[in-house]
């Protein structure tokens, strides 16, 4: 595990064993109950490591509860991670989300998966290429990825990192015209992405459409079932 997150092992989360993230006291969990940041699925059960959802919201107003009964009530364990202070590191809300949720949930290590919504999709991206031996996946809703980022500095390792992005049908012609440039930067780099679009979202560029397929896609890698590299349109 602390080969995966450099980052976290730093601050000793890395250090701990699998077991000992599998098997949280259940005496903690009552604290998180009032917690908006936190979504513990239904028959939530300490014996079995959930895969985990980290959410980075966008500018709008987001409700964790709400998004996550849209995906899935029994499948994740999901924290929203907190805005990133003004001039800090994007990622630190990212890490201490998923210390807080793997010190005091249970949660397979392995299965960490980034989910942004707008320009938390495109962070989502950022964080993820970076840092991508931490993540089992990366979803977009709605947000592009940073083409001139130079985010591929990893390449080995981002290749083996599935990403998907959910796009609306209806964008304008510049969001399309960076859909296209993505598509050809992921074929040429040989990284794993699958687009597909979507009719007209119903809020904030995001549908109930989408957080379902947030679920099948996510379930799809836990499962062991492979994504397709070709990008794979939805109507």
């Not at 999901?78 to 001039?87: E, H, M």
């Not at 794993?192 to 799809?220: C, F, G, H, K």
């Amino acid at each position: 595990m602390s080969g995966r997150r450099s980052k976290r092992s730093v601050r000793g989360v890395g250090k701990r064993s699998a077991g000992e993230l599998a098997r949280p006291p259940r005496a903690a969990l009552p604290d998180w109950m009032g917690d908006s940041r936190v979504f513990l699925p239904q028959g939530y059960e300490a014996g079995y490591r959930y895969p985990l959802l980290v959410w980075l919201p966008g500018a709008n107003p987001f409700d964790l509860g709400r998004a996550m009964s849209r995906v899935s009530l029994r499948n994740f364990v999901a924290v929203q991670a907190a805005p990133p202070a003004t001039g800090a590191d994007i990622a630190e809300p990212v890490w201490e989300a998923i210390d807080r949720a793997c010190s005091r949930l249970s949660v397979h290590p392995d299965r960490i998966y980034l989910v942004g919504q707008g320009e938390g999709g495109r962070d989502a991206f950022r964080i993820a290429c970076r840092q991508p031996r931490a993540f089992a996946g990366v979803v977009s809703l709605g947000g592009g990825f940073p083409l001139d980022e130079a985010l591929f500095a990893r390449i080995a390792d981002v290749r083996r990192l599935p990403m998907l992005l959910c796009a609306p049908r209806d964008a304008d012609e510049a969001a399309a015209a960076q859909t296209d440039r993505t598509l050809r930067l992921f074929h040429a780099a040989g990284a794993q992405l699958a687009l597909r679009i979507y009719p007209a979202a119903e809020t904030d560029n995001v549908s109930r459409a989408m957080l379902a397929d947030v679920n099948r896609w996510v379930m799809d890698g836990v499962c062991g079932a492979a994504e397709p590299r070709r990008a794979a349109y939805a109507t």
